[in-house]
């Protein structure tokens, strides 16, 4: 299991380079603390694009990106952003390589047109949502701990279609003519049956698409086994990544969670025996109260 070198094309890319190219988008809160560590909050949750006409189209916009930038109005200069630095010609490299290498990007379409809005070599951070905090409203006493930077993907809101319509009019009368991009999915990804998943969200660390935990393999692999496996892996990249680890270390407490827990369902003494099939059933049917009768029990959590 060996998820191969970095070729050039792909090596030194910054966060948000490699959000532009990725076609999975997990959901995580991940904190730049003062001194350069980075602090984390929550559950991780895949997002793939919505699956319209331009899903397969790379690189995303950057108003695009689902990224909020909370910093304090003294430290608004650039140089305070270098993880926002894009590099025009870095995202054409590592897209191209990606087509021709990576199986899971085979069938994407590069949008040449959102490469030409991308700086030669600059900061983006002024193309995405921002939080301005005056420093007086700080809490001095813990300054130390003050958030310098945060990622913190949103879901789409679900419009009306009169909202929608109206929208688009704005959008055909507005002088900027923006690019209309797809939103993330509001429906998570399974977890448990879509191959590729990981490889997606991470291509720079699975260059051509080899060694994801959902691909089909003769045995299986238990994934605290792959985890370890690739958080010592020969040149470090796993371990030095920002979000990969977490994002290791979560997916694992979660899924552990799964098994562990018990599923108990509240009966009168009257009623017939409820298989998972009439639960399934009920659900799919839109029975909503089914859920008050369902408790969930984890005593070796």
Not at 33 to 48: A, D, K, M
Not at 71 to 98: G, Q, T
Not at 255 to 279: C, F, H, P, S
Request: aromatic share 10%.
């Amino acid at each position: 299991m060996d998820p191969g070198e970095v070729p050039d094309d792909l090596q030194n890319l910054t966060e948000i380079e490699e959000m532009l190219i990725a076609r999975v988008f997990p959901m995580m809160l991940v904190y730049r603390l003062r001194g350069g560590q980075h602090g984390y909050r929550g559950n991780v949750i895949n997002f793939p694009q919505n699956v319209q006409e331009l899903a397969t189209k790379l690189p995303r916009h950057p108003s695009s990106l689902d990224v909020l930038v909370i910093r304090r109005h003294s430290a608004s200069n650039p140089e305070a952003f270098r993880d926002f630095r894009v590099c025009r010609n870095k995202v054409i490299r590592a897209l191209n390589w990606l087509k021709e290498n990576n199986r899971y990007y085979a069938d994407i379409i590069i949008d040449y047109e959102v490469l030409r809005s991308l700086p030669i070599d600059g900061s983006i951070d002024d193309q995405l949502r921002d939080v301005r905090m005056i420093a007086e409203e700080l809490n001095h006493e813990n300054e130390d701990n003050v958030i310098t930077r945060t990622f913190v993907p949103f879901l789409p809101s679900t419009l009306h279609e009169d909202v929608a319509i109206k929208n688009a009019l704005d959008r055909m009368q507005s002088e900027n003519n923006p690019i209309a991009w797809p939103q993330i999915n509001s429906s998570p990804i399974n977890e448990f049956q879509t191959p590729g998943y990981i490889a997606c969200a991470f291509s720079t660390l699975y260059p051509t698409g080899c060694a994801d935990l959902r691909a089909e393999r003769i045995w299986d692999i238990k994934p605290a086994e792959y985890f370890k496996h690739l958080l010592l892996y020969k040149d470090g990249r796993f371990a030095r990544h920002a979000r990969w680890w977490y994002f290791a270390l979560n997916s694992q407490m979660r899924w552990r969670a799964l098994q562990e827990g018990k599923v108990y369902v509240k009966q009168n003494l009257t009623d017939g025996q409820i298989t998972v099939t009439d639960i399934q059933e009920r659900i799919s049917s839109g029975d909503n109260h089914i859920a008050d009768k369902i408790m969930r029990y984890g005593e070796g959590l």
